[in-house]
């Protein structure tokens, strides 16, 4: 059903989509932080996750740089620039907080030497390189940048004795995890991490589970409790009857005893 609303609504441009080569690991890696911060911003009709889209300051400039992942808030509207299919800093009225680019054996050297200082022409306030082959692709398994003036300068990213790395991003307010190849987001106040899709489909099939074997449980403590009720029905009756049946020959051996 069209509303007035929706027919009231101009009609936007899009930008084109950018050439992309098919690439199964860095897919994988989109796909899980999507997942993974779309579940965690629930609720909050301010934050834009996109990825895949031009980012340019104007729209009529050349289209050149196409981050993996957009993260802005607050936006008035961000839905306007998934309709644009295109992030327009001079419409959007900021450009975007935090841009993240996933390694690839195509892209993966221009995404640390050549993409920084495009990104930082364009005021990104903070720009990551995530590398799921943990170095071959980028310089780093991970690592990230904080806009100061005009130019980036690095964040601090720990490396764990275990081979894992991290560090703290201020625009999403959560750490970025390199863990075993795989992208992971953790909450610095609980220290726990987000679940990703994965976690959250195989613990919604546990708590289902959980959910039945108590419920078979319970059927099952009920069954043997009928059953407890109907023996002791039972013996009630053996005994009543018997009872009876004492109680008779009593009466009668009485009866022949003249008594």
Do not use: C
Not at 19 to 36: C, H, W
Not at 48 to 71: H, N, Q, W
Not at 237 to 247: F, L, S
């Amino acid at each position: 059903m069209t509303t007035q609303s929706a027919l009231a609504q101009p009609r936007i441009e899009q930008l084109p989509d950018p050439p992309r080569e098919p690439d199964m690991v860095q897919r994988k890696t989109l796909n899980s932080i999507d997942s993974t911060l779309l579940a965690y911003f629930t609720g909050s009709d301010d934050v834009l996750i996109t990825g895949e889209i031009y980012l340019v300051l104007d729209a009529g400039d050349p289209v050149e740089l196409s981050p993996d992942f957009i993260f802005a808030r607050p936006l008035i509207d961000p839905e306007r620039v998934i309709r644009r299919n295109g992030y327009v800093i001079s419409e959007v009225g900021r450009p975007p907080d935090l841009v993240l680019e996933v390694g690839s054996r195509s892209t993966g050297r221009r995404d640390y030497a050549e993409k920084p200082e495009g990104y930082a022409a364009l005021g990104v306030g903070e720009y990551w390189r995530f590398d799921p082959s943990g170095g071959e692709y980028h310089d780093a398994p991970l690592a990230g940048d904080l806009l100061v003036d005009g130019e980036y300068r690095p964040l601090e990213v720990v490396a764990e004795p275990d081979g894992r790395h991290w560090g703290y991003s201020a625009a999403l307010g959560l750490e970025l995890w390199w863990d075993n190849g795989e992208i992971r987001f953790r909450d610095p106040v609980s220290g726990r991490f987000l679940p990703t899709i994965t976690e959250t489909v195989e613990a919604r099939q546990s708590a289902e589970a959980r959910a039945e074997a108590e419920r078979a449980a319970r059927d099952f403590a009920e069954e043997r409790a009928d059953a407890a009720e109907a023996r002791a029905e039972a013996e009630r009756a053996v005994r009543q009857a018997a009872e009876r049946r004492v109680a008779e020959m009593e009466a009668e051996l009485r009866r022949l005893r003249g008594e």
